[in-house]
């Protein structure tokens, strides 16, 4: 009988000590949670330094790592290049053609106006001496075509002249321009490229993984370094339908951080239902199945005493 009653009563303490931990039946337990960020290149490249260890905490503006590109320094190069042709052009075409120029062409129309004159010459004795048959056909058929291709020619250098004259065409100018606005553009591009060889942060970060070490490829997108908004730790608490009607929005409630006994005040800034597959942030939900949860975020009334709150500390709603 002693026996069997020791046992008893052994079994029973032991089950006890192995059960869930107590806690006031309108208390719920939480997560401390804290804003994410991560910062990534725009361009792939090799890294070169890393300028920030994990843990760190880096403000806006600093830089983190460096990355070597050389392909976009080949572009810069490419894109320069062009920029410089299309510049040429397009001056060319504003301001016409060059005093030598116009000379040599002056020098060409007076060429070939005497080969114009002296065929059509030719023709008209070469006419007479056909008529009166003292040229064969053939002979009279070859001086003619003479004649109509140094008209051909002539009739084209005065057309050239009378176009330099006039000056370029405003269509002609146009598209020079824009051919130089669209290299000017190309290499604007490449140059924003390379200066994003530099990786910056954005925002204030504790630095919490840094993903890549130096020599490796980082890509572009990739997420090289992870991390936590400073002054960002908020609370997140489930709560059954049966317990939500006592908290409202903007409502003070009581906290309290279960590693450190910690005591602080927040205020409820959301309180939304969560899906039936959604995180539970509760140790122990004491709940009926058929209930709806809700889950509460609350923002600390003073930040900075939960700037050292350890991210994903259980944490009691009171």
């Given at each position: 009988m002693r026996i069997t009653t020791c046992i008893f009563l052994f079994s029973l303490l032991a089950l006890t000590s192995c059960g869930?931990?107590?806690?006031?039946?309108?208390?719920?337990?939480?997560?401390a949670k804290k804003d994410v960020i991560s910062f990534a290149p725009k361009v792939t490249g090799r890294i070169l330094k890393i300028y920030v260890a994990e843990g760190q905490t880096?403000?806006?503006?600093?830089?983190?790592?460096?990355?070597?590109?050389?392909?976009?320094?080949?572009?810069?190069?490419?894109?320069?290049?062009?920029?410089?042709?299309a510049t040429a052009?397009?001056?060319?075409?504003?301001?016409?053609a060059t005093a030598d120029q116009l000379k040599q062409l002056q020098a060409k129309y007076k060429g070939l106006k005497e080969q114009y004159e002296f065929a059509q010459k030719s023709y008209n004795r070469a006419s007479n001496m056909f008529n009166d048959s003292l040229m064969s056909p053939q002979a009279f058929d070859e001086i003619y075509a003479k004649l109509q291709g140094a008209k051909a020619q002539y009739d084209a250098v005065v057309a050239e002249?009378?176009?330099?004259?006039?000056?370029?065409?405003?269509?002609?100018?146009?598209?020079a321009a824009g051919q130089a606005s669209q290299a000017k553009g190309a290499l604007q591009e490449a140059n924003?490229?390379?200066?994003?060889?530099?990786?910056?942060?954005?925002?204030?970060?504790?630095?919490?993984?840094?993903?890549?070490?130096?020599?490796?490829?980082?890509?572009?997108?990739?997420?090289?370094?992870?991390?936590?908004i400073p002054g960002s730790t908020y609370f997140r608490f489930t709560v059954p339908e049966s317990k939500i009607a006592?908290?409202?929005?903007?409502?003070?409630?009581?906290?309290?951080?279960?590693?450190?006994?910690?005591?602080?005040d927040g205020n409820i800034v959301s309180i939304k239902q969560l899906t039936r597959y959604a995180d539970i942030t509760t140790a122990y939900p004491d709940y009926q199945l058929q209930e709806a949860v809700y889950e509460i975020k609350v923002r600390?009334?003073?930040?900075?005493?939960?700037?050292?709150?350890?991210?994903?500390?259980?944490?009691?709603l009171k």
């Open positions: 869930p931990r107590k806690r006031g039946a309108d208390n719920f337990e939480g997560k880096v403000k806006k503006g600093d830089t983190l790592a460096l990355l070597d590109v050389p392909e976009v320094s080949a572009k810069i190069a490419q894109a320069q290049g062009a920029v410089n042709a052009q397009e001056q060319m075409a504003r301001r016409g002249l009378d176009d330099v004259k006039k000056g370029t065409r405003i269509e002609k100018v146009e598209m924003v490229a390379y200066s994003e060889r530099y990786i910056i942060a954005t925002n204030d970060m504790d630095v919490e993984t840094i993903s890549l070490n130096p020599g490796e490829l980082a890509t572009a997108g990739f997420a090289l370094f992870n991390g936590y006592k908290y409202k929005k903007e409502q003070v409630v009581k906290l309290q951080v279960v590693y450190n006994q910690e005591e602080l600390p009334r003073d930040a900075d005493k939960t700037k050292d709150i350890l991210v994903n500390a259980n944490v009691i």
